[in-house]
Structures are given as structure tokens and as C-alpha cells.
């Protein structure tokens, strides 16, 4: 699997500078649902390694179903993230959604998973469940607060129906990428504590904490170059604190 990590490698040098520049010529608009099943595939990868095959694969399955249902709910109906619906073609549609947005949850869960997992423990632990679910899905919204900006106001992805003080995003959609997350991440430590351990796959687990600052780092380039400065200091600042939480947590309760 090592040809998916360096093509990804090679066509994220070419995003950053094309899509972080808007320098990405129309009829090459395509290369952007590419890099998300690149990303999201890297992801399923690290599953396998971690959970086992079979596991690996079903809750990457399940994991890009239910987000993409449950982004349905919202395109359909405005539950769970708010009402919004998608302005450019990512391809293929389930629900009504784009296959690489499911790509691209698969990618945040297990991002946000590895940079939390050294902290897991062995057994399972009530209280450490808790703390892994808040701190994963705190990263998982630290993800969104770069990402939605960008689609939203830059790129015009997808475009909101109702309106909220963060560059018109609703929080309803914060709290919903919260709750989503918190709801799967809680799942994945049940099934790494208890019901089957999950191993430890050092080289896998590091390229994941690059691939989700990978992530920030183009969308940081991005708001920057676009002017979204506010965008960039509550990301940064949201990291800020997470991660000092992640590891305080680790140190008080996590470890054994």
C-alpha cells in the first residue's frame, strides 16, 4: 500500500499550490474528488492495520453510510448539520451526497483517532471513553472550522439555506459534526478496549497525524490567501486547546 501514500504525497504538492492559490483551471476540477478518495482510502488502509482486515473494512463502510445519511438528512430536510445543498458535481451520489464526502469522514474519524489512540489504555475505562470521544470529536470540529469556510465562501461547494455568526455557517452544523463524531468514536474505543484490541502499527498511525495537519496546513493556506484570517486563529486556537487537553487527559486518566 505503499503507492497510495506516495501518489497521495504527489497530488497533495500539486493541490496545495493549484487549489490553495486558485490556481486550479476549471477542467481540472476533478482532481479534487480524486484527492479525497486518495485521502479516505490512506485511512481505510490505517484501519485494516489497526482493527484487522475484516473490521477494518466494515467500520470503514459503516463509518462513510452513516455520515453520508446522515449529511442526506441535512440536504434533504436541514437536520443534523443544518439545510445546505451541494453546488458543484463531486461524482457519484448516495443519498443525495457525494461519495468523497464519506471518503472524506472516513478520513477525520481515523485522523482524529490516531493522534488520540496513544492515550486509549488497555482496558476499557468509562471515563477514559468519555475524554477519547470529546477530544477525537473536538479535532474532528477543529477539522471543519478550516474546511467549511473555504467550501463555503471560497469555493462554493456546497451552499448553506440558513445562516450562523461563523462566516454564515449555522452552528447547528458544528454541533452536528460533534455529535457524529462523538457517536462513532465511542464505537471504535468499545471495540479497541474490549472487544477486540486493536494493534499498533507505528509507521501507520504517524502518517495519519501527518495526514490530518497535511489537511489543515492546505485549508490554512487557503483562508489565508483568500483573506479568511478569523478562519486560521479560531482553527489554530481550537487545536491550541484540544491537543493541550489531549495530552493533560493523557497524563491524568488515559494511560493505565
Given at each position: 500500500m505503499e503507492w497510495v501514500w506516495r501518489i497521495f504525497l504527489v497530488w497533495y504538492g500539486f493541490g496545495i499550490i493549484l487549489v490553495g492559490f486558485d490556481l486550479l483551471?476549471?477542467?481540472?476540477?476533478?482532481?479534487?474528488?480524486?484527492?479525497?478518495?486518495?485521502?479516505?482510502?490512506?485511512?481505510?488502509?490505517?484501519?485494516?492495520?489497526?482493527?484487522?482486515?475484516?473490521p477494518g473494512l466494515t467500520f470503514s463502510a459503516a463509518?462513510?453510510?452513516?455520515?453520508?445519511?446522515?449529511?442526506?438528512?441535512?440536504v434533504k430536510y436541514g437536520w443534523v448539520f443544518g439545510a445546505y445543498h451541494y453546488e458543484k458535481d463531486f461524482g457519484i451520489q448516495l443519498f443525495g451526497v457525494p461519495l468523497t464526502i464519506g471518503f472524506a469522514w472516513v478520513m477525520v474519524i481515523f485522523t482524529s483517532m490516531a493522534i488520540v489512540r496513544p492515550w486509549l489504555g488497555q482496558s476499557f475505562s468509562f471515563l477514559r471513553m468519555i475524554m477519547y470521544a470529546?477530544?477525537?470529536?473536538?479535532?474532528?470540529?477543529?477539522?471543519?472550522?478550516i474546511i467549511d469556510p473555504v467550501a463555503f465562501v471560497v469555493k462554493e461547494y456546497w451552499v448553506w439555506e440558513n445562516t450562523g455568526p461563523y462566516y454564515g455557517i449555522p452552528n447547528q452544523n458544528f454541533f452536528g459534526w460533534f455529535s457524529v463524531s462523538f457517536g462513532i468514536q465511542i464505537l471504535l474505543y468499545i471495540w479497541l478496549t474490549t472487544i477486540k484490541k486493536g494493534k499498533s502499527d507505528a509507521l501507520w498511525s504517524k502518517r495519519m497525524k501527518w495526514l490530518y495537519a497535511m489537511m489543515i496546513a492546505m485549508f490554512v493556506v487557503t483562508s489565508l490567501v483568500a483573506?479568511?484570517?478569523?478562519?486560521v486563529g479560531v482553527t489554530l486556537l481550537g487545536l491550541l486547546i484540544t491537543l493541550s487537553a489531549a495530552y493533560a487527559g493523557g497524563r491524568l486518566i488515559f494511560r493505565e
Open positions: 483551471p476549471p477542467f481540472l476540477e476533478w482532481a479534487n474528488a480524486v484527492f479525497l478518495y486518495l485521502a479516505g482510502t490512506l485511512a481505510v488502509i490505517y484501519a485494516v492495520k489497526t482493527l484487522g482486515k475484516l463509518i462513510m453510510a452513516f455520515t453520508m445519511w446522515a449529511e442526506s438528512l441535512g470529546v477530544i477525537t470529536s473536538a479535532l474532528a470540529v477543529c477539522m471543519d472550522l483573506g479568511l484570517f478569523l478562519a
